[in-house]
Nanobody, 119 residues
């Protein structure tokens, strides 16, 4: 079973920065499409940023210019760099991995890491 372990969350003041990390237990992680999702209190989970196995990235409009996603395949790790944080970025952040095989898609989730931005 593939495991995703997030780290890097915490409490930060508005305008500050955090970098989240997600390390995958699978040696095949380099072929996974990876993403970060977040779930603010009382709201639905939403995708924040994604990166394909080929390195193409995308971020949702609300964080463009502030967040960026990257990956280090040698470390089986994906990062979410978050700058100029706002109170509305407060949420539990989840790492997501999708492994597309000839038999279908396997989807994996991390346990989540809390990010709290104080105003």
């Amino acid at each position: 079973q593939v495991q995703l372990v997030e780290s890097g969350g915490g409490l930060v003041q508005a305008g500050g920065s955090l970098r989240l990390s997600c390390t995958t237990s699978s040696s095949s992680a380099s072929v996974f499409n990876m993403a970060w999702y977040r779930q603010p209190p009382g709201k639905q989970r939403e995708q924040v940023a994604s990166i394909t196995s080929g390195g193409s990235t995308d971020v949702t409009d609300s964080v463009k210019g502030r967040f960026s996603i990257s990956r280090d395949n040698a470390k089986n790790t994906v990062y979410l760099q978050m700058n100029s944080l706002k109170s509305e970025d407060t949420a539990v952040y989840y790492c997501n991995a999708v492994h597309i095989t000839r038999w279908g898609r396997n989807i994996y989730w991390g346990q989540g890491t809390q990010v709290t931005v104080s105003s």
